[in-house]
């Protein structure tokens, strides 16, 4: 379905070459910042303390997380478990102090602003448990890119399924590159949006990726350079990609301004993977396919005439 119609091919692989520069140089400075500062992990990989807390009342969120700030341990991460009646607590380790101590500090905190707060449970997360968490997630990932690079194998041509590749392979390490840069706090959910984008990329790649072979086959493109075939494909593919892409990013968007804490890694990295998404699988992977020498010989070879019957 087209609520618009672009009349004119918009001549996207004229800026090829400088999509590419930009998009090798935001890849570099990603690596770089994964290599120097690292990723922010959260109490899930690190270890920590986690407790639950309940208040006849309720209480509001925000409230709570700047009372504990008085802790002075880092990032707390306080969020509602379905109403703001009961409230779950991920604390940091802190040198010296035990995962008892944490827990008693915080009831103290708590119950001087709120004395009908008591504590549910608590839980304490340790390092191994972190280790076998990162391992798990690291697996997780790896489990995705190898179906991805199999599916795209299959599906297409070499050079289709590698510029698809790299170009996945492109928004991974800039999401994560800018959780590394701002040191975001780096979850499961985090990770959990990191495949869900993925998923969302490797679509977008392949829509494009089939108009640009259905294109090689049309007669009416046979006078066209391999240029304005691909920039034929990507421009018929626009109104589909503003339209797809538009709705689920302001979903996205408005997860990530009124979800809380809860949603806010996983938005973040959402919105960021959106953005890059459309951006890799127009002028990153596009462009590779010419670099990968794509010409008309590899996807329509002429047919062979059959030889005249002798009478």
Not at 70 to 89: E, F, K, Y
């Amino acid at each position: 379905m087209e609520f618009f119609k672009i009349k004119r091919d918009i001549p996207f692989m004229s800026y090829g070459k400088l999509t590419t520069f930009i998009s090798l140089i935001t890849f570099i400075a990603a690596v770089f910042f994964l290599t120097t500062k690292g990723l922010n992990y959260s109490v899930e990989f690190t270890g920590g303390t986690v407790m639950e807390v309940q208040y006849e009342q309720g209480v509001d969120v925000n409230t709570v997380r700047n009372n504990l700030d008085s802790l002075n341990i880092g990032d707390v991460q306080v969020q509602a478990l379905g109403t703001n009646r009961h409230i779950m607590i991920r604390l940091p380790n802190k040198e010296g102090a035990t995962s008892a101590q944490l827990s008693n500090d915080v009831m103290n905190i708590l119950k001087q602003n709120h004395a009908d707060v008591s504590l549910r449970q608590v839980e304490f997360i340790g390092p191994q448990v972190g280790e076998e968490l990162v391992t798990n997630g690291l697996l997780a990932l790896g489990m995705v890119i190898a179906g991805i690079i199999i599916y795209l194998s299959v599906r297409f041509e070499w050079r289709f399924a590698v510029a698809a590749i790299i170009a996945n392979m492109h928004d991974v390490v800039i999401i994560i590159g800018c959780f590394a840069l701002f040191q975001w706090e780096f979850s499961l959910t985090v990770l959990a949006g990191v495949l869900a984008v993925l998923g969302y990329s490797v679509n977008e790649s392949v829509v494009v990726f089939d108009r640009i072979r259905e294109n090689f086959r049309k007669p009416t493109m046979r006078n066209k350079t391999v240029p304005q075939v691909i920039d034929n494909a990507i421009t018929a593919t626009m109104s589909r990609t503003i339209i797809t892409h538009g709705s689920t990013e302001a979903m996205v968007l408005s997860m990530l301004i009124f979800g809380g804490a809860a949603l806010h890694g996983f938005s973040l990295a959402l919105t960021i993977g959106i953005v890059f998404g459309i951006y890799s699988s127009v002028l990153v992977a596009s462009p590779l396919l010419l670099m990968f020498g794509l010409n008309r010989d590899n996807l329509a070879k002429p047919q062979k005439k059959k030889e005249e019957a002798v009478v």
